[in-house]
């Protein structure tokens, strides 16, 4: 059997020059590192599950996606991080959602499906568990960069507007 | 939102998928990311989904779950199962974007944006990297 691997960062409405040079050339590069980290886990015989956890943990650390390091920000000025993880081959899964303090989300979803009883973990329990389960701690201020914090200010100074139309900043 | 789906050299097949949420969500708003079905889907009898989009519009529409159901119950391909749900999407008015693996073959997307950060590889072939 052959191996494959699709990698996704986000949608939107981002179009052809809608993007600076240094925005388009930073999501080309933060996508190869990340489909080099899940290829070279299959080019050696590695598990699917493997493989998708190690290409989402890289762009969960790359600031120019919104997952992990990158985030966007609540109305509140937090960033809530939600993640989850599924194998094929018996339907285990695991997710988890609101985390403040996990610096790879997907990690503690992995943990949740192989760690726990459950599949979904919500809230600070959800970080008390990951944090339980020697899943990899992080301060807020580590998920926050200049930019998103602009995004928000921008929808904020818009309270009258839909948030989740033009304004989307998924 | 960002997501991953592989087949492995044993044609195990793995989804994951994770994310910020949405620009100044409010009231502990969660999408579809999290959420086994609509996000984020995985089942080696049809094929591997991750989600990105208008999370609402997944969730209603169970899109990870439904594109498997159609691959392992209507004998669907991936790509054709893939299409259509995005379809689906733009019909109830959603946007967003989906990639998917099957059992065989290379990985492929669908998405009714103007732009997607996508790229895949496989085995047997060359790695490819878009974004609109």
């Known amino acids: 059997m052959s191996w494959a691997l699709a990698i996704h960062g986000g949608s939107g409405s981002m179009r052809r020059g809608h993007l600076s040079q240094a925005d388009d050339e930073a999501g080309r590069a933060g996508l190869a590192a990340a489909l080099e980290a899940g290829a070279a886990v299959l080019r050696r015989g590695g598990s699917a599950l493997d493989a998708a956890q190690a290409a989402v943990e890289v ?6 996606f919104n997952a992990g390091r990158g985030s966007v920000f609540t109305a509140e000025g937090r960033i809530e ?52 389960h020697d899943i990899e701690a992080a301060d807020p201020a580590w998920f926050e960069t200049a930019e998103r914090r602009r995004q928000l200010d921008e929808i904020l100074a818009r309270p009258d507007g839909r948030f989740d139309s033009d304004m989307k900043y998924g | 939102t960002v997501g991953a789906v592989a087949r ?6 793995a989804a994951a998928t994770s994310t910020g949420g949405l620009t100044g969500k409010k009231w502990g708003r ?6 086994i079905g609509a996000g984020t889907y995985a089942d080696d009898r049809a094929a591997a989904v991750s989600c990105t989009g208008a999370g609402e ?6 899109i990870a779950h439904e594109l498997c159901a ?37 990985g492929g997307w669908a998405f009714n944006t103007p732009g997607m950060y ?12 878009a974004i609109y």
């Open chain 1, 59 to 64: 762009l969960e650390d790359d600031p120019h």
């Open chain 2, 57 to 62: 519009y997944f969730i209603r529409l169970g």
């Open chain 1, 81 to 132: 991080c939600d993640a989850a993880i599924m194998a094929g081959s018996d339907l285990a899964a695991g997710a988890v959602a609101g985390l403040r303090t996990t610096r790879h989300p997907v990690a503690a979803a992995r943990a949740v499906m192989e760690r726990s009883p459950h599949v979904f973990l919500a809230g600070a329990g959800a970080d008390a568990f990951a944090h339980a």
């Open chain 2, 30 to 35: 969660v999408g579809d990311s999290p959420l």
């Open chain 2, 70 to 106: 159609r691959v392992r119950l209507a004998g669907d391909l991936p790509s054709a199962a893939g299409e259509a749900m995005i379809g689906e999407l733009g019909t109830m008015g959603g946007k967003g974007g989906l990639i998917h693996v099957g059992r065989d073959g290379p």
């Open chain 2, 118 to 129: 996508r790229a895949r590889a496989a085995a047997d072939a060359a790695p490819e990297i």
């Open chain 2, 8 to 13: 492995d050299m044993a044609g195990r097949m």
